[in-house]
């Protein structure tokens, strides 16, 4: 069974900075580009960010470029999200998902892990 | 970006009603479309993939259809385990983006 499972989250003061770890077993992990997505307390779902299998190609949304980096460790089966900067408007559940196709095109999110909440605020 | 939006934002159905939730694209983004269910507290759960594809271990009452820019989703029979917000997500080009979400009510 695939599973995913995130940890990491919690309270941060805005401008500070918190890494999550998503680890995942029941498949190849290396095979699959991951993705986070968040969504906002009472809100829609946005993506974040994915990275390809192998780690070497990366992708961002434009709220989070320059502050948020993904990476992950095959060896470990594990991927993170490290963020900086972090604003109020950054609050939010973020969950990672296996994307299944292209990481620039053609793909869908599944599973999602249970999420982890992230919470910007002083 | 692509923006997606979906129609009604909300709905409120008797069991065993069909439903149909739209998405229109604010651009062609061929068959890359994809459909997910999220109940309260919970992660969202993948429905339907590339507009019509059936993921598996999903009800057959679910199923999906279009092109281009616009998109269904339709549940044949309302159930009252189908009480959720539903999502549509383009996978054309990154930005991924969502729609604002359909919430569905059971009367």
């Known amino acids: 069974e695939v599973q995913l499972v995130e940890s990491g989250g919690g309270l941060v003061q805005p401008g500070g900075s918190l890494r999550l770890s998503c680890a995942a077993s029941?498949?190849?992990?290396?095979?699959?580009?991951m993705s986070w997505v968040r969504q906002a307390p009472g809100k829609g779902l946005e993506w974040v960010s994915i990275?390809?299998?192998?780690?070497?190609?990366?992708y961002y949304a434009d709220s989070v470029k320059g502050r948020f980096t993904i990476s992950r460790d095959n060896s470990k089966n594990t991927l993170y999200l490290q963020m900086k900067s972090l604003r109020a408007e950054d609050t939010a559940v973020y969950y990672c998902?296996?994307?299944?196709?292209?990481?620039?095109?053609?793909?869908?999110?599944?599973?999602w892990g249970q999420g982890s909440l992230v919470t910007v605020s002083s | 970006d692509i923006q997606m939006t979906q129609s009604p934002s909300s709905l409120s159905a008797s069991v065993g009603d069909r439903v149909t939730i739209t998405c229109r694209a604010s651009?062609?983004?061929?068959?890359?479309l994809n459909w997910y269910q999220q109940k309260p507290g919970k992660a969202p759960k993948l429905l339907i993939y590339?507009?019509?594809s059936l993921q598996s271990g999903v009800p057959s009452r679910f199923s999906g259809s279009g092109s281009g820019t616009d998109f269904t989703l339709t549940i044949s029979s309302l159930q009252p385990e189908d009480s959720a917000t539903y999502y549509c997500?383009?996978?054309?080009?990154?930005?991924?983006?969502f729609g604002q979400g359909t919430k569905v009510e059971i009367k």
């Open positions: 590339a507009a019509s």
């Open positions: 990275i390809s299998g192998s780690g070497g190609n990366t």
């Open positions: 998902a296996k994307s299944t196709g292209s990481i620039s095109c053609c793909n869908w999110f599944d599973p």
């Open positions: 997500q383009q996978s054309y080009t990154t930005p991924w983006t």
């Open positions: 651009q062609s983004i061929s068959n890359y």
């Open positions: 029941g498949f190849t992990f290396s095979n699959y580009a």
